[in-house]
């Protein structure tokens, strides 16, 4: 069956870091683009990052550059985004979605759906 599995989230301190996993199984990341989302009840998803499938090319969201970094690991199918420099702001669940659509990455943060979807993990960034 088709999987997409999120982990690495849990509590730390604002200043502080996190890597997160995103993990697939039943198809392969190299025919996929990654995206990371961040959502918190009552507001809007945000998108947070992006890997495109063809030239590898990455995103991110505003908010998030020069503090947050997504890599893929092929032979692991796993793609992770690394956080640095947390700040409560950052506090949310976290999601990674796949997505087949060619340049996916240049407007991810519009579209309504991705071909997958993982559960999810929390994010949470004391002051």
């Known amino acids: 069956e088709v999987q997409l599995v999120e982990s690495g989230g849990g509590l730390v301190q604002a200043g502080g870091s996190l890597r997160l996993s995103c993990a697939a199984s039943?198809?392969?990341?190299?025919?996929?683009?990654i995206a990371w989302f961040r959502q918190v009840p009552g507001k809007e998803r945000e998108g947070v990052s992006c890997i495109e499938r063809s030239d590898k090319s990455t995103y991110y969201a505003d908010s998030v550059k020069g503090r947050f970094t997504i890599s893929s690991d092929n032979a692991k199918n796993t793609v992770y985004l690394q956080m640095n420099s947390l700040k409560p702001e950052d506090t949310g669940v976290y999601y990674c979605a796949a997505d087949r659509r060619s340049f996916y990455c240049s407007n991810y943060e519009y579209y309504e759906y991705s071909d997958y979807w993982g559960q999810g993990t929390q994010v949470t960034v004391s002051s």
């Open positions: 039943g198809f392969s990341f190299d025919d996929y683009a």
